[in-house]
């Protein structure tokens, strides 16, 4: 069974970094992982894209990222993070990482991210 645990979240100062983590077990993984994405969802809004990461190794970023986040990959640990710098309260959320694999798409917990002012 495919499972995503993230972790990292926690609350930081705006300007502050924070790296969060995806830890992804019961898929040997990139074989049957075609891209790993992190998402956030705010309080009383919808889930939005944060940004993708291909097995090819491509990344794309949502627009108010601007150069500010930064997705990896660690293959021997079966781990993708984001790496978050120059955080502002706007970025307050639940941030999920998910998984689109051949069986369809898997979902973590989500880790909470409080940015304070």
């Known amino acids: 069974q495919v499972q995503l645990v993230e972790s990292g979240g926690g609350l930081v100062q705006a300007g502050g970094s924070l790296r969060l983590s995806c830890a992804v077990s019961g898929i040997r993984f990139w074989y049957g992982v075609s891209a790993m994405a992190w998402y956030r969802q705010a309080p009383g809004n919808q889930r939005e894209l944060v940004g993708r990461?291909?097995?090819?190794?491509?990344?794309n970023y949502a627009g108010f990222v601007k150069g500010r986040f930064t997705i990896s990959r660690d293959n021997a640990k079966n781990t993708v993070y984001l790496q978050m710098n120059s955080l502002k309260p706007d970025d307050t959320a639940v941030y999920f990482c998910?998984?689109?694999?051949?069986?369809?798409?898997?979902w973590g917990q989500g880790t909470q991210v409080t940015v304070s002012s």
């Open positions: 998910n998984a689109d694999t051949h069986n369809g798409l898997y």
């Open positions: 990461l291909t097995s090819g190794g491509s990344t």
